[in-house]
């Protein structure tokens, strides 16, 4: 093959309408009577006999069941956050936590976008990602641990929500390719590949950006502090103490904000997109 023909090939993969698209979701705990339901269901583990260890395990299982129930199926999406690139270039945090008002972006381009339920939020956001999917030819969701969380939990929350899950969201989607950062780590440093080997599968995002040579935005919280974040804003409205709830509320949105701008960021160097 010569020179021209390359060429040739080379404009018409340029001419593709090829999007990617990279999103963050954040949670809040579940209802007090959906943890009360996780507790009744425990149950020990198989291999464990000895009354006195499933009576610890149950108790230490009880002690942290709120604080865990931010990462199961009945934990609210309070808010998410994407960069969408190629072909367009949308950065947005969609929220249905209690409004706040904004002059700016929250970060470098990101428009904030406010809904009254979690219903609202979703049926907005994946109308928008199923209107970038059917304008595209190759068409790529992005995300860190988005096999293991993101993609289950959205489509979960859509369900509960009674909401028709789009085309784009639904697993082996026609045209759409899942790049998962974490799945991917490993292929790109020694650190990554060891921390993924030793811990089955398993990478950070820190580790990740680290390796990369990307700050890290944690210093602002973690993602584990957002839920607790999230249940004090709501006590500090209901004592009438505003404008503390807003700058929880505020804090929490740059977080995802800053999820997906890093996010985005790492699946480029990963994928010679920079």
Not at 174 to 184: C, E, H, L, R
Not at 190 to 199: T, Y
Not at 229 to 238: C, G, S, V
Request: glycine residues 6%; contains cysteine.
């Amino acid at each position: 093959m010569g020179i021209a023909e390359k060429l040739a090939i080379a404009e018409q993969v340029q001419g593709d309408t090829s999007i990617y698209h990279v999103f963050d979701i954040e949670t809040g705990y579940a209802t007090g009577e959906e943890v009360a339901a996780q507790v009744a269901a425990w149950t020990a583990p198989a291999n464990i006999k000895d009354e006195e260890k499933i009576t610890e395990r149950r108790a230490a299982f009880e002690a942290d069941a709120k604080s865990k129930s931010a990462l199961t199926d009945a934990a609210p999406i309070i808010c998410l956050s994407f960069e969408t690139g190629n072909n367009d270039e949308d950065k947005a945090v969609f929220s249905c936590m209690p409004e706040i008002e904004l002059q700016d972006a929250l970060i470098a381009g990101f428009e904030l976008h406010q809904f009254p339920t979690e219903k609202a939020m979703l049926l907005a956001y994946t109308d928008y990602v199923q209107g970038e999917y059917i304008q595209s030819e190759r068409f790529t969701l992005a995300g860190h641990n988005i096999l293991g969380f993101d993609l289950p939990k959205i489509r979960n929350r859509m369900i509960r929500n009674g909401l028709q899950i789009p085309p784009v969201f639904l697993p082996y989607a026609q045209n759409v390719s899942v790049y998962d950062t974490m799945k991917k780590a490993a292929d790109f440093g020694c650190d990554l590949n060891k921390r993924a080997r030793e811990n089955g599968g398993f990478v950070s995002f820190d580790l990740l950006a680290l390796s990369l040579g990307m700050d890290s935005h944690k210093s602002i919280m973690t993602g584990a502090e957002i839920p607790a974040n999230h249940e004090k804003a709501l006590e500090l409205i209901a004592e009438g103490k505003l404008e503390e709830a807003k700058s929880l509320i505020l804090a929490t949105l740059v977080y995802s904000a800053l999820d997906a701008q890093k996010e985005a960021r790492a699946f480029r160097l990963m994928t010679g997109k920079y």
